[in-house]
Structures are given as structure tokens and as C-alpha cells.
């Protein structure tokens, strides 16, 4: 029988283990019909079979589809990129980049063909730099091209704090900005639990201990992990911004988006709070910073633009 998609269409480019992940949340959250990508045969369609079967335990409805044809990938209105390699111990996200451009290539050229409204969440790294290439080769409007790393980091970072504090993580506000790597900016003086400031509660030895750690959490899993990434907090974090564009939440969320001016910064992507509603990225907020802040972002955003200088090298 022919797949007739009447809910949103929802396309995972890259089904692996975040892939997987971004389906199983986006079907239990019901965000619409699910089509998972992949150029390994076979597996995109055992994990679409897997979830579905799955569906009357947690009672969602979607349609689930795996497949390897761009063809099944058209017309969908929200796609979500993760193709490409991870790191492995002792790998930078940087490392990534002469294999991935390539990978991201590849997929942009089949978005602009097969998918030339959707709203793309670029997730696969270099972030910063791979975001930007889909951007080029699509020719979306920025407003519909972001890449997830801010609210994953962010999160990180709240997690970090709730855990030193022994409070709820509801409770923990706090973002981070710039490239997502080892310049990225936890901005403390933006952090608070409760609505109070963090720096009335922690050390800003505690702080600055923690905002390390933020810097490095990508790692800490690598090397617990071996031969991959981290895979669940990544996808929920990209589903958080699918559903924001899906349901017009209007949400306030740290995301990798085109500075055209902002920040001081033009034509780079960068980690940045943002408005995502119906019409993707709605608006880049600005945000005051100390000088030391300012200083560590004009760092990350110089170590941003070496990155897709070198991603421009390879278009
Ligand atoms: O915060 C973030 N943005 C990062 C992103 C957080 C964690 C991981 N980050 C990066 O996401 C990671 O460094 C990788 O670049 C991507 C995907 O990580 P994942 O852990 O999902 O990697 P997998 O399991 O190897 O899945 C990648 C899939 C795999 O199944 C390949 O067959 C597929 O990508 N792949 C492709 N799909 C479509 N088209 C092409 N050309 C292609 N090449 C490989």
C-alpha cells in the first residue's frame, strides 16, 4: 500500500545511534510521521519495523518508514542531519571535518533537491563548520538552517550545576555560547537556580571547575565509550528544537544559527540564544556580556571561522 504522509514528515539523514534516537523521541512525543535515512541497506527500514512494532506499548501513531531513496525523503518538513563519523578517543570534533564535508556534500545537494522547505537541523561535526555547508549548498534562508549544539552544552552545563547543588534540574537555568568545541562560552553571569544568581551559591572556583567540564563532556563520553559518541542527549536536544518549529512554541533556546551581524559576527554560524517558532529561526537575541565574556566569544568565533575556512577550502 501505497505511504500516504499526512502528519508532519520528519526526516532523519543518518540512522545511526543518534538517528535512532531522534526517531524513538519523536515518535513518542508524536511529532509527526518518521522517515529514517541511511546508505547502509537494510538498516534504516529494521529500526523503522523495531519502533513500530513498539507503537501500541507506548501508544503513539506515526508512520514509520527506513529507507535508503531520497525519494522517500521528499517533501518533508522538518530534516534532521546526522550523517557522518563520530570521533573516537583522542579525536577532536575538528578531526572530522576532511570526511564529513564531504558526507554533508552529499546530503545538501539531495536536500535541495528533494527537500526544499523544510526546516534542517544540522547535528553531525564539526558543527559549526558542517551547519554552515548545508547552508551553502541548500541555499535555505538561515532562519531554516540551525545546528543543534548550544542546548545539548547548555544542558550539560545545568546538569553540572543541579548535580553540585543537589537541586531539581527544573530548577537551573544557565546557556552557553559560541562554537560548540573547546572554546564554547558557559556564560556564568546568565546562570541561576530558582531565579537566583549562580554566583551567589557556588565558588567561582566551583564555576569555573564546572564550566570546564562542560567544555570537555563530549569527551568524557568518548573515552568511556570507545568507539562512539554521545548519542541520547544529542537527539533529545535536537527534538526539543524540531518541536519548537513544529508547534510554534516560541521557544527561547541556545542554537547554532547565521550571525548577520549580531555578536559582531557576519556570515558564521554560531552558538547563540534564539527564538524557534513556525517560522524557524525567528529572531537572534543579544545579550549583554562582561568583558572577559566578550573576549573568551570573540575566541570561539575566531576559531569558528578557521574551521570553515577549511570547510570552504573543500566546497
Ligand atoms: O552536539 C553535537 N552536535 C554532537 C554531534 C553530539 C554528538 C555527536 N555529534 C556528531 O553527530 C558525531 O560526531 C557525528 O558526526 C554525528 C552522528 O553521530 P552518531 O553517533 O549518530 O554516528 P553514527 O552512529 O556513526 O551514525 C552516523 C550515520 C551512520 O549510520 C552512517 O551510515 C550514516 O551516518 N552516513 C550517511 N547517511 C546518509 N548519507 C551519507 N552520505 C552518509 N554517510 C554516512
Sequence with gaps: MARTFTRPKIALIGSGQIGGNLALFAAQKQLGDIVLFDIVDGMPK???LDLEHMAPVQYYDAKIMGTSSYEDVAGADVVIVTAGIPRKPGMSRDDLLDTN???????????????P?????CIS???DAMVYTIKEITGRPSSHVVGMAGVLDSGRLQYFIAEHLNVSVEDVNAFVLGGHGDTMVPVIDYCSVGGVPLTQMMSREDIEAIANRTRKAGGEIVGHLKNGSAFYSPAASAIAMAEAYLRDKKRVIPCAAMCNGEYGVDGLYLGVPVIIGKDGVEKILEVELSDSD???L???VEAVGRLVEEARKRL
Excluded: R, W, Y
Design 294 to 296: 566578550k573576549a573568551l
Design 101 to 115: 564535508v564531504k558526507i554533508m556534500k552529499d546530503v545538501a545537494t539531495n536536500l535541495k533537491e528533494h527537500c
Design 46 to 48: 529494521g529500526k523503522a
Design 125 to 127: 561535526n564539526p558543527l
Design 117 to 121: 522547505d523544510a526546516f534542517i537541523i
Design 298 to 300: 570573540n575566541t570561539s
